[in-house]
């Protein structure tokens, strides 16, 4: 029973401690979002590969000027409503 009291208090207290991390890296530092992607259906015997992506500094570049495709557009779209 205790062991279960003072498991709880340990996840709570890494929750709080992140969300905490996220508010002072924002304040700080540069806007940032964090996403979870799943593999797409039908790419499971790509499992690795999918994997690898996450250190890919290629795959983040291509995603960082997808990001800024998106922004532009939003902007220009909020310019042709006003």
């Known amino acids: ?14 929750v709080e401690y992140d969300e905490t991390k996220r508010e002072f890296e924002m304040a700080i530092g540069k ?6 992607v799943e593999i797409p259906t039908g790419f499971k015997n790509l499992r690795s590969q999918f994997l690898s992506l996450e250190k890919d500094d290629q795959f983040h570049e291509e ?13 220009r779209r909020r310019k042709s409503k006003i």
């Not at 029973?1 to 890494?14: A, P, T, Y």
């Not at 995603?63 to 902007?75: G, S, Y």
Request: cysteine-free.
């Open 1 to 14: 029973m205790v062991k279960k009291w003072l498991e709880s208090r340990k996840r709570k207290s890494e």
């Open 31 to 36: 806007p940032f979002i964090t996403i979870k």
């Open 63 to 75: 995603v960082r000027d997808l990001v800024k495709k998106r922004l532009i557009l939003e902007k």
